[in-house]
């Protein structure tokens, strides 16, 4: 199984602000200088999602709910309530709280090939300290926030090394891709 960490963050290596605000995402403006439509292309090869609850609460909050009910989610929380407040979805959507391993563990043994962890830095710097992260593509946003959740927002992960494997500038942004070494 591939598990990619794709995400946004800002120049000073930030997922959301200190209110865990994804307002940010803004600044980043499309344009004709590469990347085209590159998420539709990402999501077209993925079967599987892995949300944080922070990540998933701004998305219901901010009248977003959850965009991706076609494909089978996993939410990592402790939050009983919140799977409630996502409401019917295409695919099955279930709560999941516990070691973020075993959930890759078990979403794999269920055969899926090619998951994307949605967010957030909790449940990546989890997810990297267990070994579970095969590929990191990061779009950076041109601004910096100061204080917010990093892209890996743990404590202490075990070192790994990633080989840079694409740069793309997208508008106003840069992505870079990298692979597990």
């Known amino acids: 199984m591939h598990v990619v960490w794709y995400t946004a963050m800002s120049m000073d290596g930030r997922i959301a602000d200190a209110a865990n605000s994804l307002e940010f995402l803004n600044t980043i403006r499309s344009g004709d200088e590469g990347g085209g439509d ?14 944080g609850a922070t ?22 929380s402790h939050d009983e309530g919140l799977v409630d407040r996502v409401g019917p979805t295409r695919q099955p959507f279930q709560r999941f709280a516990g070691d973020v391993g ?3 563990a078990t979403i794999e043994a269920q055969g899926y090939k090619r998951v ?10 989890q997810a990297l300290a267990a070994g579970r992260i ?16 990093a892209l890996f927002d743990v404590a202490a ?12 500038k997208t508008g106003s942004a840069a992505r870079l891709r990298w692979l597990r070494a």
């Open 38 to 51: 590159d998420f539709a292309t990402f999501l077209a090869g993925i079967d599987a999602v892995v949300v």
């Open 55 to 76: 990540t998933l609460r701004w998305l219901i909050d901010g009248g977003h709910g959850w965009p991706h009910d076609d494909l089978p989610t996993w939410l990592v």
């Open 102 to 104: 075993e959930l890759f």
């Open 116 to 125: 994307w962890l949605c967010g957030g830095g909790a449940v990546a710097g």
């Open 134 to 149: 095969d590929e990191v593509v990061v779009t950076i946003a041109p601004t910096a926030l100061g204080a917010g959740p």
């Open 157 to 168: 992960v075990p070192r790994w090394l990633f080989t840079l494997a694409e740069v793309t």
